[in-house]
């Protein structure tokens, strides 16, 4: 299986050639904007020889956030709009039919190794606020790194084994877009320098081209969640044995639970959330659905300057 890169590589490249061949402009109507764009926000990507300074929070009273949701909340909540009116009823990436589940820690000498057996592994860091950072982790968290950045580590399995549960909601890493069974959150991550990277199998790759809409980054992430919601009557009453130890996100009884905090871009943040196709804010109907997942912490603000995953271990 680990040999799907190369070759979803080849075929992604092929397929761009005839595109650009058969095509002599893009249509501007199908183009759209990130939040960033929308308030002239400036973001710089890191350049070797810059100087990166980066400090943990040690005064909580020193720590001061801001939203940019004033300045642009209309306009963001138009373009959100009509952005999902252009994209078809799903999306599927380049790389195939699979979703990411939380990649555990295997301890032993030195100091431990990672596995996803024959699966492939996904990595998504996230380079994270710089200036007193408050990042932090408690309980099971699988293989994922935080420090004053985090680095959230999946192996990827095919969807079809997975359904929904007699006894949770849970939801999965999701790589193809598909409305009405996933959440999104847009990331507004460091603005300076920033060090944002995918890899798949230790290769950086381009998230946009192989899985578009549902996980996408430059200076900032847009991750997807594909939720499956608990079924009591119909449910299955076991995940499934993919020969790996693994997790899933939200809060599930019974599991061993975790969750991870990261601290978002501390000015104009640009932070989003959405269900489907519309944005959720806090104390919204919509909201309560989201939170199993994932927490917008900030209650008071509309989509929250930061974000709280959860996260329990299910083999």
């Known amino acids: 299986m680990k040999n799907i890169i190369q070759f979803s590589f080849l075929l992604f490249s092929f397929s761009f050639l005839l595109i650009t061949l058969g095509c002599e402009e893009k249509d501007d109507e199908t183009s759209t904007q990130n939040p960033t764009e929308l308030i002239g926000k400036i973001e710089t990507s890191y350049v070797e020889g810059m100087q990166k300074v980066e400090t943990v929070m040690t005064d909580e009273s020193l720590k001061q956030e801001t939203s940019a949701w004033a300045e642009y909340s209309e306009a963001m909540e138009n373009e959100y709009e009509r952005s999902n009116s252009l994209r078809k009823k799903s999306t599927k ?14 301890w032993s000498i030195p100091p431990y190794t990672t596995g996803c057996g024959e699966y492939d592994e996904l990595w998504v860091f996230m380079d994270c606020e710089d200036s007193n950072n408050n990042n932090h982790k408690g309980g099971w968290t699988g293989a994922t790194v935080v420090d004053r950045n985090i680095t ?24 193809n877009w598909e409305p009405y069974a996933n959440i999104e959150r847009y990331f507004d991550n460091e603005d300076d320098g920033n060090t944002n990277y995918v890899k798949l199998n230790g290769t950086e790759i381009n998230p946009n081209y192989y899985f578009p809409d549902a996980l996408e980054q430059s200076n900032n992430t847009l991750l997807s969640f594909y939720v499956f919601w608990q079924d009591a009557n119909n449910g299955s009453t076991t995940f499934p044995n993919l020969g790996i130890q693994y997790g899933v996100f939200g809060t599930l009884s019974g599991k061993s639970q975790g969750y991870v905090y990261s601290d978002d871009e501390d000015n104009s943040n640009v932070n989003y959330c959405a269900y489907g196709q519309y944005l959720v804010m806090s104390g919204s109907t ?30």
């Open 93 to 106: 990436s380049a790389y195939g039919n699979f979703v990411g589940v939380i990649k555990q820690k295997f």
């Open 152 to 175: 959230l580590k999946f192996c990827l399995v095919p969807q079809s084994l997975f359904s929904r549960s007699k006894y949770h909601t849970y939801a999965v890493l999701d790589l």
């Open 286 to 315: 919509l909201y309560p659905m989201y939170w199993e997942i994932i927490d917008m912490i900030e209650p008071n603000l509309p989509y929250g300057e930061n974000t709280t995953f959860y996260m329990s271990r299910v083999q």
